[in-house]
C-alpha cells in the first residue's frame, strides 16, 4: 500500500522527495506532495524524512 500525504499537513519543503529511491514522490501545482502509487514501495524513507509528519504508512 503506497505512502498516504496528510495535505492538510504538507508544506511542500520536498525532504521527501530527496530521499525516496524510486522517485515516487514529487510536489503538485500547489506545491503538495503527492505519491505515484504505481511505483511507491512502501519503504518509510519519506515517512521518516517528514519534518512535519505529513507522510504516513
Do not use: F, W, Y
Request: aromatic content about 0%; hydrophobic content about 30%.
Amino acid at each position: 500500500m503506497p505512502v498516504k500525504v496528510d495535505r492538510d499537513l504538507c508544506v511542500g519543503c520536498g525532504a521527501c522527495s530527496g530521499v525516496c529511491p524510486t522517485g515516487s514522490l514529487e510536489l503538485d501545482d500547489e506545491g503538495k506532495t503527492k505519491v505515484n502509487e504505481d511505483t511507491c514501495i512502501d519503504c518509510g524513507a519519506c515517512v521518516a524524512s517528514c519534518p512535519v509528519e505529513a507522510l504516513s504508512q
